[in-house]
Protein backbone atom coordinates (compact mmCIF):
# COMPACT_ATOMS: atom_id res chain seq x y z
CA UNK A 1 0.00 0.00 0.00
CA UNK A 2 2.73 2.30 0.98
CA UNK A 3 4.97 3.27 -2.09
CA UNK A 4 6.44 5.74 -3.42
CA UNK A 5 4.29 8.36 -5.09
CA UNK A 6 1.06 7.05 -3.18
CA UNK A 7 -1.25 9.90 -1.75
CA UNK A 8 -1.78 9.79 1.95
CA UNK A 9 -3.58 11.56 4.76
CA UNK A 10 -1.87 12.31 8.22
CA UNK A 11 -3.72 10.51 10.71
CA UNK A 12 -1.49 12.22 13.75
CA UNK A 13 0.08 14.96 15.18
CA UNK A 14 0.15 18.51 13.91
CA UNK A 15 -0.38 18.05 10.35
CA UNK A 16 -3.44 15.25 11.18
CA UNK A 17 -6.22 15.95 8.44
CA UNK A 18 -3.55 17.34 5.54
CA UNK A 19 -3.29 15.32 2.41
CA UNK A 20 0.84 14.47 1.36
CA UNK A 21 3.05 11.92 -0.72
CA UNK A 22 5.41 9.67 -0.48
CA UNK A 23 8.43 10.74 -1.60
CA UNK A 24 10.91 7.88 -0.09
CA UNK A 25 10.89 4.84 2.12
CA UNK A 26 13.73 5.30 4.43
CA UNK A 27 13.03 1.92 6.41
CA UNK A 28 10.72 -0.61 7.87
CA UNK A 29 8.53 2.00 9.64
CA UNK A 30 9.55 5.51 8.25
CA UNK A 31 8.98 7.26 5.02
CA UNK A 32 9.67 10.74 3.61
CA UNK A 33 6.84 12.58 3.49
CA UNK A 34 5.84 16.33 1.19
CA UNK A 35 3.20 18.18 0.00
CA UNK A 36 0.05 19.90 1.98
CA UNK A 37 2.44 18.88 5.10
CA UNK A 38 5.90 19.54 5.73
CA UNK A 39 8.25 17.93 4.63
CA UNK A 40 9.16 15.28 7.12
CA UNK A 41 10.33 11.67 8.10
CA UNK A 42 6.72 9.94 9.03
CA UNK A 43 5.89 6.39 10.45
CA UNK A 44 3.67 4.86 7.70
CA UNK A 45 1.57 3.79 11.11
CA UNK A 46 0.33 7.66 11.29
CA UNK A 47 -0.94 7.33 7.52
CA UNK A 48 -4.03 6.62 6.04
CA UNK A 49 -2.92 5.38 2.18
CA UNK A 50 -5.45 6.72 -0.27
CA UNK A 51 -6.80 5.12 -3.69
CA UNK A 52 -4.51 7.80 -5.70
CA UNK A 53 -1.04 7.67 -6.74
CA UNK A 54 0.83 10.08 -8.73
CA UNK A 55 4.01 9.87 -10.88
CA UNK A 56 7.09 10.97 -8.69
CA UNK A 57 10.62 10.40 -8.41
CA UNK A 58 11.77 8.31 -5.70
CA UNK A 59 13.38 11.31 -3.62
CA UNK A 60 11.43 14.19 -5.67
CA UNK A 61 12.43 17.64 -4.59
CA UNK A 62 9.66 19.88 -3.25
CA UNK A 63 9.47 21.88 -6.65
CA UNK A 64 8.49 18.58 -7.94
CA UNK A 65 5.70 17.70 -5.54
CA UNK A 66 4.91 21.21 -5.16
CA UNK A 67 3.83 20.89 -9.21
CA UNK A 68 1.94 17.49 -8.94
CA UNK A 69 -0.05 19.24 -5.92
CA UNK A 70 -1.00 21.69 -7.91
CA UNK A 71 -1.74 20.14 -10.74
CA UNK A 72 -4.43 18.09 -8.53
CA UNK A 73 -5.55 21.15 -7.15
CA UNK A 74 -4.21 20.87 -3.31
CA UNK A 75 -2.20 23.24 -1.22
CA UNK A 76 1.28 22.68 -0.75
CA UNK A 77 2.98 23.78 2.67
CA UNK A 78 5.79 25.92 1.81
CA UNK A 79 8.21 26.33 4.79
CA UNK A 80 9.95 29.67 4.14
CA UNK A 81 13.25 30.12 5.75
CA UNK A 82 12.84 33.09 8.52
CA UNK A 83 14.31 36.15 7.02
CA UNK A 84 17.52 36.77 9.11
CA UNK A 85 17.12 40.07 10.90
CA UNK A 86 19.59 41.07 12.78
CA UNK A 87 20.04 40.78 16.51
CA UNK A 88 19.40 43.34 18.90
CA UNK A 89 22.70 44.03 20.34
CA UNK A 90 23.32 46.11 23.54
CA UNK A 91 24.91 49.28 22.46
CA UNK A 92 26.47 50.71 25.38
CA UNK A 93 28.53 53.65 23.79
CA UNK A 94 27.04 54.45 20.78
CA UNK A 95 23.49 55.04 22.36
CA UNK A 96 25.04 57.91 24.59
CA UNK A 97 27.26 59.52 21.85
CA UNK A 98 24.01 59.50 19.33
CA UNK A 99 21.11 60.63 21.68
CA UNK A 100 20.32 63.94 22.81
CA UNK A 101 21.17 62.97 26.34
CA UNK A 102 24.67 62.31 25.45
CA UNK A 103 25.22 65.35 23.25
CA UNK A 104 23.90 67.07 26.18
CA UNK A 105 26.36 65.25 29.03
CA UNK A 106 29.07 66.14 26.61
CA UNK A 107 27.62 69.78 26.33
CA UNK A 108 27.73 69.78 30.15
CA UNK A 109 31.55 68.51 30.45
CA UNK A 110 32.63 71.04 27.88
CA UNK A 111 30.90 73.81 30.65
CA UNK A 112 32.55 71.95 33.34
CA UNK A 113 35.82 72.28 31.87
CA UNK A 114 36.02 75.63 30.97
CA UNK A 115 34.94 77.04 34.14
CA UNK A 116 37.15 74.37 35.84
CA UNK A 117 40.38 76.03 33.24
CA UNK A 118 39.28 79.38 34.36
CA UNK A 119 39.15 78.88 38.24
CA UNK A 120 42.83 77.21 37.71
CA UNK A 121 43.87 80.00 35.90
CA UNK A 122 42.49 82.13 38.55
CA UNK A 123 43.71 80.26 41.48
CA UNK A 124 47.57 80.41 39.79
CA UNK A 125 46.96 84.55 39.39
CA UNK A 126 46.16 84.60 43.05
CA UNK A 127 49.10 82.53 43.50
CA UNK A 128 51.19 84.83 41.33
CA UNK A 129 50.08 87.93 42.72
CA UNK A 130 50.68 86.49 46.72
CA UNK A 131 53.95 85.02 45.53
CA UNK A 132 54.71 88.75 44.07
CA UNK A 133 53.09 90.83 47.55
CA UNK A 134 54.11 88.54 50.46
CA UNK A 135 56.61 86.46 49.30
CA UNK A 136 55.66 83.57 51.78
CA UNK A 137 56.75 80.05 51.67
CA UNK A 138 55.39 77.06 49.60
CA UNK A 139 53.82 75.08 53.08
CA UNK A 140 51.15 77.99 53.48
CA UNK A 141 50.75 78.52 49.93
CA UNK A 142 47.26 76.80 49.95
CA UNK A 143 45.85 78.25 53.30
CA UNK A 144 46.72 81.63 52.13
CA UNK A 145 45.04 80.97 48.15
CA UNK A 146 41.75 80.41 49.71
CA UNK A 147 42.00 83.74 51.73
CA UNK A 148 42.79 85.43 48.64
CA UNK A 149 39.76 83.83 46.75
CA UNK A 150 37.13 84.64 49.35
CA UNK A 151 38.76 88.53 49.62
CA UNK A 152 38.60 89.01 45.81
CA UNK A 153 35.10 89.23 45.01
CA UNK A 154 34.98 91.72 47.79
CA UNK B 1 -14.75 35.97 51.32
CA UNK B 2 -15.46 32.44 51.86
CA UNK B 3 -14.53 31.39 55.60
CA UNK B 4 -11.44 29.15 55.92
CA UNK B 5 -13.92 26.40 57.52
CA UNK B 6 -15.68 26.30 54.59
CA UNK B 7 -16.22 23.13 52.53
CA UNK B 8 -15.32 24.97 49.12
CA UNK B 9 -11.64 24.35 50.28
CA UNK B 10 -9.51 21.44 50.37
CA UNK B 11 -7.42 20.72 53.73
CA UNK B 12 -3.86 20.12 53.48
CA UNK B 13 -1.17 19.42 56.37
CA UNK B 14 2.13 21.08 55.72
CA UNK B 15 5.28 21.15 57.29
CA UNK B 16 6.39 24.61 58.94
CA UNK B 17 9.87 25.68 58.93
CA UNK B 18 9.40 24.88 62.49
CA UNK B 19 8.87 21.02 62.35
CA UNK B 20 5.69 22.27 63.27
CA UNK B 21 2.79 20.05 61.02
CA UNK B 22 -0.02 22.79 60.45
CA UNK B 23 -3.71 22.88 58.03
CA UNK B 24 -3.68 24.62 55.26
CA UNK B 25 -6.74 25.61 53.42
CA UNK B 26 -5.89 25.39 49.92
CA UNK B 27 -8.54 26.64 46.72
CA UNK B 28 -9.68 22.92 44.97
CA UNK B 29 -8.79 22.58 41.25
CA UNK B 30 -11.28 22.00 38.73
CA UNK B 31 -11.97 18.51 37.54
CA UNK B 32 -9.23 17.46 34.73
CA UNK B 33 -10.77 18.09 30.98
CA UNK B 34 -11.51 15.07 29.33
CA UNK B 35 -12.17 13.57 25.62
CA UNK B 36 -15.34 14.48 24.35
CA UNK B 37 -15.97 11.45 22.32
CA UNK B 38 -14.51 8.45 25.09
CA UNK B 39 -14.62 10.79 28.56
CA UNK B 40 -10.55 9.81 29.34
CA UNK B 41 -8.54 13.02 30.78
CA UNK B 42 -6.93 14.81 28.14
CA UNK B 43 -3.11 15.12 28.51
CA UNK B 44 -1.13 17.74 27.64
CA UNK B 45 -4.26 20.00 29.09
CA UNK B 46 -3.24 21.83 32.55
CA UNK B 47 -5.68 21.09 35.48
CA UNK B 48 -5.20 24.47 37.06
CA UNK B 49 -7.64 27.37 38.28
CA UNK B 50 -8.81 29.77 36.11
CA UNK B 51 -6.79 32.54 37.33
CA UNK B 52 -3.40 30.49 36.60
CA UNK B 53 -5.10 29.13 33.16
CA UNK B 54 -5.90 32.58 31.80
CA UNK B 55 -1.81 33.65 32.51
CA UNK B 56 -0.90 30.32 30.26
CA UNK B 57 0.52 30.76 27.01
CA UNK B 58 -1.87 29.28 24.46
CA UNK B 59 0.48 26.43 23.48
CA UNK B 60 0.42 25.21 27.38
CA UNK B 61 -2.56 24.82 27.59
CA UNK B 62 -3.74 22.41 24.39
CA UNK B 63 -1.78 19.64 22.11
CA UNK B 64 -1.01 21.62 19.31
CA UNK B 65 -2.70 19.19 16.75
CA UNK B 66 -6.04 19.65 15.26
CA UNK B 67 -9.31 18.69 17.68
CA UNK B 68 -6.55 19.55 20.42
CA UNK B 69 -7.75 19.85 23.98
CA UNK B 70 -10.98 18.62 22.74
CA UNK B 71 -10.31 14.89 21.43
CA UNK B 72 -7.99 12.74 22.43
CA UNK B 73 -5.17 11.70 20.46
CA UNK B 74 -6.77 8.03 19.87
CA UNK B 75 -10.61 9.86 19.19
CA UNK B 76 -8.88 12.23 16.73
CA UNK B 77 -6.45 9.54 14.81
CA UNK B 78 -10.15 7.81 14.58
CA UNK B 79 -12.14 10.56 13.15
CA UNK B 80 -9.17 11.33 10.70
CA UNK B 81 -9.30 8.05 9.34
CA UNK B 82 -13.03 8.11 8.80
CA UNK B 83 -12.66 10.70 7.11
CA UNK B 84 -9.55 10.09 4.86
CA UNK B 85 -12.12 6.87 3.89
CA UNK B 86 -15.32 8.96 2.86
Known amino acids: MIEVGRICVKIAGRDAGRKCVVVDILD ?13 KCNFRHLEPTAEVIKIKKGASHEEVA ?5 LGLPVWNTKPKPSSERPRKQRGKRK ?4 EGSGKDEKKK ?42 PQ | MTSEKSRSKRIV ?16 KPEAAKCAECGKPLKGVPRELPSKMRNLPKTAKRP ?21 RE
Open chain 1, 28 to 40: DNFVLIDGSTRRR
Open chain 1, 67 to 71: KEFEK
Open chain 1, 97 to 100: KAGQ
Open chain 1, 111 to 152: GKKEPAVKAEASKDSGKEEKAESQSQPPEQEGQSSEEQQDGS
Open chain 2, 13 to 28: ARKTPGGRVSVRRVAR
Open chain 2, 64 to 84: ERPFGGYLCSSCMRKLMVKKA
